[in-house]
Structure formats: structure tokens, C-alpha cells
């Protein structure tokens, strides 16, 4: 099992760990398991961070990180030298990439309150994705919102400069802790639950990395709004 050091400090630019798996493939191209890793896996509508792990006697290059069952697993390049299961090692991300996810992903939530506030009503998301090149959000909804509505809306809150706080509650606690969160049907059963609340805004379930304050953004920009056969497609982006 690795300790996702990045579901508690989504600043952490890098940190020290052990190998604890290696599987080599063709082409200099490897699996690296960690005991802890600060690399955020696909999941969740936010794409894989990147980076290097490396020693004094090896760099590995991580294109991908994936979770399988409790392990992040660790795909990429060897640029030099062997891993070796037992070696410590220090790992890096691409802050600018990591960063710019943050702000897209709570930007998408900021994004469901904002439609929820034009709809009067919970939105349900059928998909998403929080990351270059193109962020959205597909929305279930047959009748699109408009443009300069939702960017305000959004906009406010960003320009409020309010909390973005994380924390851990076990199950009895969830509906306890949770406002304003369209998807809580389709959670799966946990002991316990990480929820990112924008204070005032809303308050939800999410594995995902977020900035601590929403005037970190900058502003959200949306970039089109389309019908799609599941809903309405929201494409954003932040600057």
C-alpha cells in the first residue's frame, strides 16, 4: 500500500522514498512502486502528475502514474542507471503542470455551484476532466447555460479569495459535513471520506489536488459550451 503523501498536502513539490517494486519493460520503460509517493494517479477526472525519480546512481522519468487496488504505480522511462527494490530515492513532480491542475480542479467545483445556482437545483456531472489541454465538465442538463452568467458567477467566487479546506470523516459523518454536492448517489461505500470544501460554497468527496484559496485561480474563462448526447459539455480554462 503506498501513503499518497498528496492527499494531504497538495503543495508538496517533492519528498524522499523507497523502492519497493520494479517491473522492467522493452525499451528502457519500467513500473516503479514507492512506500510513498507524492504523484497524483489518473483518477478522479484529474490527469497523472509527472516527474523524475532518482538517485545518486539512477534518474527515472514518470510519465504516468496509475492506481491499482492500494498501489501507485509508477510508468515512465529509466534515463540512467537501474532501480533497485530497497533504494531510496527522491521524487520530483512538474510543479507547473500540478499547479495548473489545481486550479482547474477547483475551478470545476467552483463551476458546479455556479450551475447550480443558474439551475436552482443540484447538477448532476457525467464526466469531467481537470487538466491541459482541455478541461470540462459535462453537465446533465438539456438546455445550456449562458456564457457570461456562468463566468460571473464563477468568477465571484474566485475573486471572494475563500478557503479551500481538506479533510478526513468517517462514513457517518459524510452527509454530515457535505452541502451543495451533486454526485454523493454514485460514492462508492468507504470507511472513510476526504472532502474538499470552498467554505460557503460547497463541501464534497474528492481525491483530487485543489488550491487553498480560490484567488489562486486568477479567473476562469469559459471557453464553449456545447450539447452533448449525455448533457451539456462546459470547456474551461483559468489564467
Not at 503523501?5 to 517491473?23: N, P, Q, S
Not at 476532466?129 to 460571473?152: D, I, R
Not at 464563477?154 to 457517518?172: L, S, T, Y
Not at 454523493?184 to 481525491?207: A, K
Request: charged share 25%; net charge neutral; aromatic share 8%.
Amino acid at each position: 500500500m503506498t501513503e499518497e503523501l498528496f492527499l494531504k498536502d497538495a503543495y508538496l513539490k517533492e519528498c524522499e522514498a523507497k523502492i519497493t517494486g520494479v517491473e522492467l519493460l522493452k525499451g528502457s520503460k519500467a513500473y516503479i512502486e514507492l512506500d510513498r509517493t507524492i504523484f497524483h494517479p489518473l483518477s478522479g477526472g484529474q490527469p497523472s502528475d509527472e516527474g523524475t525519480i532518482s538517485s545518486e546512481s539512477m534518474t527515472f522519468r514518470v510519465k504516468k502514474a496509475i492506481r491499482q487496488n492500494k498501489q501507485i504505480r509508477h510508468w515512465g522511462k529509466i534515463e540512467a542507471g537501474e532501480p533497485q527494490v530497497g533504494d531510496t530515492v527522491k521524487c520530483v513532480i512538474d510543479w507547473e503542470k500540478r499547479y495548473l491542475v489545481m486550479k482547474l480542479h477547483t475551478a470545476g467545483h467552483i463551476l458546479d455551484y455556479a450551475m447550480m445556482k443558474i439551475y436552482g437545483k443540484l447538477v448532476e456531472t457525467v464526466d469531467a476532466y481537470h487538466g491541459p489541454p482541455e478541461a470540462y465538465l459535462v453537465y446533465k442538463v438539456s438546455q445550456p447555460p449562458e456564457t457570461s452568467q456562468l463566468e460571473s458567477i464563477a468568477n465571484e467566487v474566485v475573486d471572494a479569495g475563500i478557503n479551500v479546506v481538506v479533510k478526513f470523516v468517517p462514513r457517518d459523518m459524510l452527509e454530515k459535513v457535505t452541502y451543495n454536492a451533486p454526485n454523493l448517489s454514485r460514492l462508492p461505500l468507504l470507511g472513510e471520506y476526504r472532502i474538499v470544501e470552498i467554505e460557503g460554497i460547497n463541501s464534497m468527496p474528492c481525491s483530487g489536488t485543489h488550491v487553498k484559496n480560490t484567488r489562486e485561480i486568477g479567473h476562469i474563462k469559459i471557453l464553449g459550451i456545447t450539447n452533448e448526447i449525455e448533457g451539456v459539455k462546459v470547456k474551461y480554462s483559468v489564467y
